[in-house]
């Protein structure tokens, strides 16, 4: 599994990260400008010293002659790191003064230079080292003569790399203070803008487990009202949940009381011989087939909420199951001789098998129940714009005024020795699970009531919801 990632060093990464970029790209812009501005400087310089040489040269009786003394270039030094080396040639090329040994300018003179002269600049190896040269085309004229004197200047580059170095180092100091300043300001404040994070936190760790009221936001964020308001949700959800839970064990233990209560007293009476052994085994029996129908709809009850809460919704024909449910109940069915009637057609809805089957035959066995040995019992399952709808239909007595105050109340049954009370819990359970609607209406025919009809609207089949999310 992967760790899972701070949240503080990811904001200060993209808050410093792109800073630090663009003071990086800055001084290494700022470092070729320092360095194109010492270059030019010291161009200069060296142009200056060229210059010197060439108005030095003369023309005697048509031949080219120079004197240079040492001061003429001593002057121009920048320090005494640097050494300068000239070389002059005459007219025709021919070597007149300076270091024989300086390499020849073979290059062409740029069209376009930043100097009034016929002047180029450039690197050159001369003694095992780097050394900038500058290659100046002095005329020299006389009433006899005139031609272009080629006059070489060059000078190592220790100063100029000594200097470079220096700007470097002091840029680089100020960039990093830059740098560690932003680090700092924006640490501290990502560490107070994510204060309302570890409040929160504290604020959750400080409550009990029992404790799921909604969390205070008052002075929470703009930003984490979604946070909490999600939180909060989750309580209510838990709480609920829980009070489910709390529910189900408090009835659970009410409900199963009483049938074991009734079968240690038929027990007692059985051993007493109150009772002959079969009048009381079939006693027995009743109860414990109650007490079997009663713990198995409270585990019902319960994973209605659990499927609800966990399980994935899948596209279903809600007439296939309403078949394979009565397919089931066709003993009791024929049991009743019941003039039974089966109309489904395809109805797609989007459930949980489980959930569809259990209300089906909850609604179902109600029905059974209610109509009278003979009497008529429809089923109809169809689709209306695009809306599964499920009719079950009997011709029983209906349900009185009295009776529809406490309909859906768990436990309250108007058949207290074959019916736990429970059957109409769970269905409204599954329909709000499901999105459904369900009404329960007496059918009247002819001013009397000819029985109820339970009818299930189901909403329009959704695409899927993504893994993880509630139903």
Not at 184 to 210: I, Y
Not at 241 to 264: E, I, W, Y
């Amino acid at each position: 599994m992967r760790a899972p990632h701070s949240l503080r060093r990811y904001l200060l990464a993209w808050i410093i990260a792109p800073i630090a970029l663009f003071v990086v790209v800055d001084t290494v812009t700022l470092y070729r400008s320092a360095l194109a501005s010492i270059n030019l400087a010291y161009d200069r310089s060296l142009l200056a010293s060229a210059r010197s040489i060439g108005e030095l040269l003369q023309l005697q009786h048509g031949r080219l002659v120079v004197e240079v003394p040492y001061a003429a270039l001593e002057i121009f030094e920048a320090s005494n790191n640097a050494r300068m080396y000239y070389r002059i040639n005459g007219f025709d090329g021919q070597f007149l003064s300076g270091y024989e040994d300086l390499p020849v300018y073979r290059g062409r003179i740029p069209q376009q230079t930043a100097y009034p002269a016929l002047v180029d600049f450039y690197d050159v190896q001369f003694r095992g080292e780097t050394v900038r040269m500058a290659a100046l085309y002095q005329p020299v004229a006389s009433r006899d003569a005139r031609g272009m004197a080629l006059v070489q200047v060059a000078e190592t580059l220790e100063v100029r790399e000594k200097l470079a170095r220096e700007i470097l180092v002091d840029t680089l100091w100020r960039q990093a203070l830059l740098i560690a300043v932003v680090a700092g300001v924006a640490s501290l404040v990502v560490t107070r803008a994510l204060r309302p994070v570890q409040s929160l936190r504290r604020q959750l760790l400080s409550r009990n487990a029992a404790d799921l009221s909604p969390l205070v936001a008052a002075d929470t964020p703009r930003e984490l009202q979604p946070v909490v308001t999600a939180l909060n949700d989750l309580m209510q959800r838990l709480q609920r949940l829980v009070g489910h839970q709390l529910r189900f064990v408090r009835d659970a233990s009410h409900q199963l009381r009483t049938p074991l209560a009734v079968l240690k007293a038929q027990v007692q009476n059985g051993l007493r011989g109150d009772v002959p052994p079969v009048q009381t085994l079939q006693a027995m029996s009743e109860t414990v087939d109650r007490a079997v129908a009663l713990a198995n709809q409270m585990l019902a009850l319960a994973k209605v909420e659990q499927v609800h809460g966990q399980a994935q919704t899948e596209v279903l024909d809600l007439a296939e199951v309403v078949r394979d449910v009565a397919l089931d109940l066709s003993p009791l069915i024929a049991d009743r001789q019941l003039d039974f009637e089966l109309d489904a057609h395809a109805a797609p809805v989007r459930g949980h098998h489980w959930m569809l089957q259990e209300l089906t035959r909850n609604l179902l066995h109600n029905a059974i129940r209610e109509t009278p040995p003979g009497g008529l019992l429809q089923v109809v399952v169809a689709s209306h714009a695009a809306r599964a709808r499920l009719l079950v239909r009997d011709s029983g007595p209906g349900i009185g005024s009295a009776q529809r105050e406490h309909l859906f109340e768990p436990f309250h049954t108007s058949h207290p020795n074959s019916g736990s009370g429970l059957g109409l819990t769970i269905c409204r359970e599954i329909c709000q699970s499901l999105g459904a609607q369900l009404t329960l209406d007496n059918r009247s025919e002819q001013g009397r009531c000819a029985g109820l009809d339970a009818v299930v609207v189901f909403p329009t089949p959704s695409p899927p919801a993504p893994p993880g999310a509630r139903q």
